[in-house]
């Protein structure tokens, strides 16, 4: 018996960019909206015949697609033509020649096409608009043309230069060490930012302020405008604080143990919190405070103090009758 068997269809693809051979990427054929098969840019598959569509996704700004009939016995060459891409990467360049890298965005018409990153990134060439969101120093605005592979594009930016400081006294701090955090208030935008004292922070020109965290004591909000190229000295200095310290006189009729206490403030003044241990050294702000004692100790007699700016205040509390 003689039987015939047909040569299934062969099929290969060949990727181009710029004219030059592209090590490609997977084909996948589909029929029907469904993958039928796949295969690798160096091989040669075998299929049936029929219509496909292949797909191939080489990188992101090429994802190509095209039709082919396949042929019984026949040898079927796909060629991809690709759209050409560069390498490129964007470095900032401060007013005191101190340069940054940072993550950012390019744009046309409106529409962002690529993201940006503190290494080379691929996009077709072409003339973009750069952007780079940051609560202190965005960038917008910034046009830039991607002409040739492994570009560094040097982007100027305008900047003045913040730094924050702390009054080294440690007595008028709420925690008994000089803060290592500030918020940096932009007036012009909106919002804040994180900033760590005594390091120049560069800021797009405008206005500004600065505020202490409420843990670590009361301040002022200092504002200012900083110049493209300015830079400025802020000096955070604390209000100035009271110490109190409470204690329990000693007794055998406690209900439980007095290990607590509660101060409010009598003029409105802000507290850094309410809970007093006795004998711990607490600052306050200068003013009248009501100190009661914890109520599941007894009838502990409350006391109104008045708290002086560097003086210690010491209260005793008992309970009644005592």
Do not use: C
Request: aromatic fraction near 10%; avoid cysteine.
């Amino acid at each position: 018996v003689d039987v015939l068997v047909e040569a299934p269809a062969r099929v290969t693809a060949t990727f181009i960019e710029a004219g030059e051979p592209h090590p490609g990427s997977l084909v996948t054929a589909w029929q029907d909206g469904k993958e039928v098969f796949s295969f690798r840019a160096k091989d040669e598959a075998l299929a049936a015949p029929g219509t496909y569509e292949f797909r191939a996704s080489p990188n992101d700004d090429n994802n190509l697609s095209l039709s082919e009939t396949l042929i019984e016995d026949a040898d079927t060459e796909l060629v991809f033509e690709l759209n050409k891409t560069v390498e490129f990467m964007i470095v900032y360049k401060l007013p005191n020649g101190e340069t940054f890298k940072r993550n950012g965005e390019l744009w046309q018409d409106g529409e962002k096409v690529y993201s940006t990153y503190t290494r080379f990134s691929g996009a077709r060439p072409g003339i973009y608009q750069h952007r780079s969101d940051h609560q202190n120093l965005p960038i917008e605005g910034v046009e830039i043309e991607l002409s040739e592979d492994q570009q560094i594009i040097e982007v100027p930016v305008e900047a003045g230069f913040v730094t924050i400081q702390f009054a080294e006294s440690l007595y008028d701090y709420a925690r008994e060490k000089v803060p290592t955090r500030a918020q940096l208030f932009s007036l012009d935008r909106g919002n804040s930012a994180y900033s760590r004292p005594g390091s120049a922070i560069p800021v797009k020109p405008g206005r500004y302020a600065v505020e202490g965290f409420g843990n670590d004591g009361f301040f002022d909000r200092p504002e200012f405008e900083v110049a493209n190229g300015e830079s400025l000295d802020v000096l955070m200095t604390p209000k100035p604080l009271g110490e109190l310290v409470m204690t329990y006189a000693a007794s055998e009729n406690y209900l439980s143990d007095p290990d607590r206490g509660s101060a409010y403030a009598l003029d409105g003044q802000r507290i850094i919190g309410g809970i007093l241990r006795p004998g711990v050294v607490r600052k306050f702000l200068p003013g009248r405070y009501r100190v009661e004692g914890y109520s599941y100790a007894g009838d502990v007699v409350a006391q109104d103090v008045t708290v002086v700016a560097g003086e210690r205040t010491a209260v005793e509390l008992r309970l009644r009758g005592e």
